[in-house]
């Protein structure tokens, strides 16, 4: 049989390895600032760019898209040239790529300071940069499916297969998430409002984590594990079993996020099923992973990148047993909008997705630099003082967690809240916070170390930019196959039409019902639209970030409405865009602080918050009395919520200038009423109108009815 000669492009896979190298070390620094900010508030520095609500997604957009994002490409462009016999579809698409990827991580790097951001997690960019990552993904899909069409290997390796899934899945989940109403190139509306919107955010970033920070790590998992070990992948029939079980059902799981919020109960359990049963398949890629280690182990007690491969395996495996039981409500119950979500974030980002981008690097880049590792003492060291970096971060945030829950539904013999103040749970757990920053310094050290290990080593060496390689010509089938799934890895496009189909069925069926009955979201007829100066104030909330640490929603627990009042509804949010339910309380609910203090309070605790709450670890906020609000698109916001539904008039919308400047003057009166002088055009006017509406459409009491479904 004769042999075709070709090159595998290894410059491609250097480049994002040096990207990933770089963001990484950018991301967890940011990291560890967003740490030091929950000690010490002065770590805000002052300044509105720099604030946590602001800086906090530059973290996580950091450490997802840059660093993980970067990591897959690396591997994927390494490992499908190899699997696939080939060279990538298009050098230049590679290019486009690459280049593409690193200016819409630079995009969001300065547009998300400047809060420029439409405040939904893991998606915050606002819409240009929205369509720039999906045409940079079209970019990726045709070079990869390219390069499978045009491969030497007639059948396609598991790798490849969660390649494709991943593909599609993520090319699904961004455009159904960020359907938005643009207003200006910087401001938007999504078109989906309250219960809608937090139902397909959630949809959006929970399959985020499962099909972007999961399934390419494992299609790079079964390639990289088997090259490392020298050793065949454990079972083939699991891997089948272990992608279509976990493709099929992860993408259902997302509603356990909005357990016991307004969310209908019908979604909520699904989520609640579908996230108990994802432990079969999640487990079942643990265990084709460490198995595929047996009679290696030798070597795994010698080769730093397969400690850190094995550690990454088990991380793996703990986050996806606590998934599932987070999302049990008993468990929900206390565990929801704890630290105890922030450990679980980070055993997987650090455990699973940083070491095994660490185990990759160790592997590829003495490979493509035809040399060998500089330092394997170094490594191991990078290995022990990262796994430490680990535990020093998450055991901490668990007992953190622990103590909030605790603490926030204890009550007195008396029947009353123990802890009413919320701010004496803030400063209890600052001493875990510490640890917690101890251990993201530890982890970015580890990181450190590894970056001048692999300079070095690549200092050593001299890439290899086009390597030789050659394998016989794809001819057409003498055989007949008989596995059927054997069959289906020589079809890459019906693959595709599968996978996606795959993926389809449960957004289907939790979404449209959700969208298309409207006893799903009952109207109050109560619920009145911001007015203009509120939705401004509103705006500036979301550019500040306060999601990241306030929820919106109350939920039916007796600690809950003993504390902020009377139960979230889901007709409450209807004209709510984005929804602003949050996932993390590092300060108190504000769905019911409406009317709850006077103007000047919240202007005191805006600029300056320890004056209102001494021990207040919340940055102050002096700029909102400085700047003055801009109204230039005041008309343009409103008449974009019409289209979108919301019932301004045409009168409403002419006269708002009137409208806000007459609240404003209000608002202004009653501060100069307490020794506050403040003009009517200041953001923090806008502000103060925003939380001082918030939860006072429903005043009445609760019906016997309603009570009844408060749980104790």
């Known amino acids: 049989m004769q042999l075709e000669q070709f090159n595998y492009d290894n410059r491609i896979v250097r480049d994002f390895g040096v990207a990933t190298i770089i963001w990484g070390l950018v991301g967890m620094s940011i990291g560890l600032l967003v740490a030091t900010q929950l000690i010490w508030p002065e770590m805000n520095f002052l300044t509105q760019y720099s604030?946590?609500?602001?800086?906090?997604?530059?973290?996580?957009?950091?450490?997802i898209f840059a660093f993980v994002g970067n990591a897959i490409f690396m591997g994927v462009y390494y490992s499908l040239q190899r699997v696939l016999k080939a060279r990538m579809f298009s050098d230049l698409l590679s290019k486009i790529h690459f280049w593409g990827w690193q200016l819409v991580i630079v995009a969001s790097a300065v547009t998300l300071p400047l809060g420029l951001t439409s405040s939904h997690e893991y998606a915050e960019m606002e819409w240009p940069i929205d369509i720039a990552i999906t045409l940079i993904w079209v970019v990726f899909g045709i070079n990869m499916f390219g390069t499978i069409i045009k491969r030497r290997e007639r059948h396609m390796y598991v790798a490849v297969w969660f390649y494709i899934a991943t593909f599609v899945t993520v090319a699904v989940l961004h455009i159904v998430n960020s359907i938005q109403l643009p207003v200006s190139f910087w401001k938007s509306y999504y078109v989906y409002a309250g219960v809608q919107d937090a139902l397909v955010q959630w949809w959006y970033g929970h399959n985020a984590v499962a099909f972007f920070l999961t399934t390419p790590y494992l299609g790079m998992m079964y390639y990289f594990?088997?090259?490392?070990?020298?050793?065949?992948?454990?079972?083939?029939?699991?891997?089948?079993?272990?992608?279509?079980?976990?493709?099929?059902?992860?993408?259902?799981?997302?509603?356990?996020?909005?357990?016991?919020?307004?969310?209908?109960?019908?979604?909520?359990?699904?989520?609640?099923?579908?996230?108990?049963?994802?432990?079969?398949?999640?487990?079942?890629?643990?265990?084709?992973?460490?198995?595929?280690?047996?009679g290696a182990w030798d070597k795994v007690r010698t080769e730093p990148m397969l400690k850190f491969m094995v550690v990454a395996l088990t991380s793996y495996g703990m986050a996806t047993f606590e998934g599932p039981m987070l999302s049990l409500k008993q468990v929900n119950a206390i565990a929801h909008f704890t630290d105890w979500i922030v450990a679980h974030v980070h055993v997987g980002a650090l455990g699973w997705n940083g070491f095994m981008t660490f185990a990759i690097l160790y592997y590829l880049i003495p490979r493509i630099y035809k040399t060998s590792l500089y330092s394997k003492k170094l490594a191991n060291a990078h290995f022990w003082i990262g796994t430490l970096g680990i535990l020093f971060y998450a055991i901490p945030m668990y007992w953190a967690a622990v103590v909030q829950g605790l603490m926030w539904k204890e009550f007195t013999p008396e029947g009353v809240l123990k802890y009413p103040n919320f701010l004496a749970t803030t400063l209890e757990i600052i001493p875990m916070h510490m640890m917690r920053a101890v251990g993201g310094a530890l982890y970015l050290s580890g990181a450190i170390i590894m970056t001048y290990n692999l300079?070095?080593?690549?200092?050593?060496?001299?890439?290899?930019?086009?390597?030789?390689?050659?394998?016989?010509?794809?001819?057409?089938?003498?055989?007949?196959?008989?596995?059927?799934?054997?069959?289906?890895?020589?079809?890459?496009?019906?693959?595709?039409?599968?996978?996606?189909?795959?993926?389809?069925?449960?957004?289907?069926?939790?979404?449209?019902?959700?969208?298309?009955?409207?006893?799903?979201?009952?109207?109050?007829?109560?619920?009145?639209?911001?007015?203009?100066?509120?939705?401004?104030?509103?705006?500036?909330?979301?550019?500040?970030?306060?999601?990241?640490?306030?929820?919106?929603?109350?939920?039916?627990?007796?600690?809950?409405?003993?504390?902020?009042?009377?139960?979230?509804?889901?007709?409450?949010?209807?004209?709510?865009?984005?929804?602003?339910?949050?996932?993390?309380?590092?300060?108190?609910?504000?769905?019911?602080?409406?009317?709850?203090?006077?103007?000047?309070?919240?202007?005191?605790?805006?600029?300056?918050?320890?004056?209102?709450?001494?021990?207040?670890?919340?940055?102050?906020?002096?700029?909102?009395?400085?700047?003055?609000?801009?109204?230039?698109?005041?008309?343009?916001?409103?008449?974009?919520?019409?289209?979108?539904?919301?019932?301004?008039?045409?009168?409403?919308?002419?006269?708002?200038?009137?409208?806000?400047?007459?609240?404003?003057?209000?608002?202004?009166?009653?501060?100069?009423?307490?020794?506050?002088?403040?003009?009517?055009?200041?953001?923090?006017?806008?502000?103060?109108?925003?939380?001082?509406?918030?939860?006072?459409?429903?005043?009445?009491?609760?019906?016997?009815?309603?009570a009844a479904l408060v749980q104790p």
Not at 51 to 63: D, E, I, K, Y
Not at 463 to 472: R, S
Request: proline letters at 7%; a positive charge.
């Open 51 to 63: 604030t946590f609500g602001r800086v906090r997604p530059v973290h996580t957009n950091a450490v």
């Open 225 to 294: 594990l088997p090259k490392m070990a020298n050793r065949p992948v454990y079972s083939y029939k699991l891997s089948i079993l272990h992608f279509w079980s976990l493709i099929f059902i992860y993408i259902w799981a997302g509603p356990h996020h909005l357990l016991y919020t307004s969310l209908p109960t019908w979604v909520q359990s699904l989520g609640v099923v579908f996230s108990i049963m994802l432990i079969a398949p999640s487990w079942g890629g643990m265990i084709n992973g460490l198995l595929t280690l047996r």
């Open 455 to 706: 300079v070095k080593t690549i200092k050593a060496g001299k890439l290899l930019a086009n390597e030789a390689a050659e394998a016989p010509a794809l001819h057409p089938v003498v055989t007949q196959e008989r596995a059927q799934h054997r069959r289906l890895e020589r079809k890459p496009i019906l693959f595709m039409v599968l996978a996606l189909l795959a993926i389809l069925i449960g957004g289907i069926v939790e979404m449209i019902p959700t969208f298309t009955v409207s006893s799903n979201v009952p109207k109050i007829a109560a619920v009145k639209p911001y007015t203009a100066l509120e939705l401004q104030g509103r705006d500036l909330y979301i550019r500040e970030g306060c999601v990241n640490c306030h929820s919106q929603t109350v939920r039916p627990f007796r600690s809950e409405t003993s504390r902020y009042g009377e139960y979230s509804k889901a007709g409450e949010f209807i004209y709510d865009r984005p929804f602003l339910w949050g996932s993390k309380r590092t300060g108190p609910d504000l769905h019911r602080v409406g009317g709850k203090y006077p103007n000047k309070w919240h202007f005191d605790h805006l600029l300056d918050p320890t004056i209102t709450s001494p021990g207040s670890i919340m940055p102050a906020y002096p700029w909102l009395i400085d700047q003055t609000l801009d109204n230039s698109l005041l008309e343009d916001k409103m008449r974009a919520m019409q289209i979108l539904g919301v019932p301004y008039s045409d009168t409403e919308i002419n006269e708002a200038m009137t409208a806000l400047e007459k609240q404003a003057g209000e608002i202004a009166k009653d501060l100069s009423a307490n020794q506050v002088e403040i003009r009517t055009d200041k953001e923090i006017v806008a502000m103060i109108a925003y939380l001082q509406r918030l939860g006072t459409d429903i005043k009445a009491a609760p019906s016997a009815e309603e």
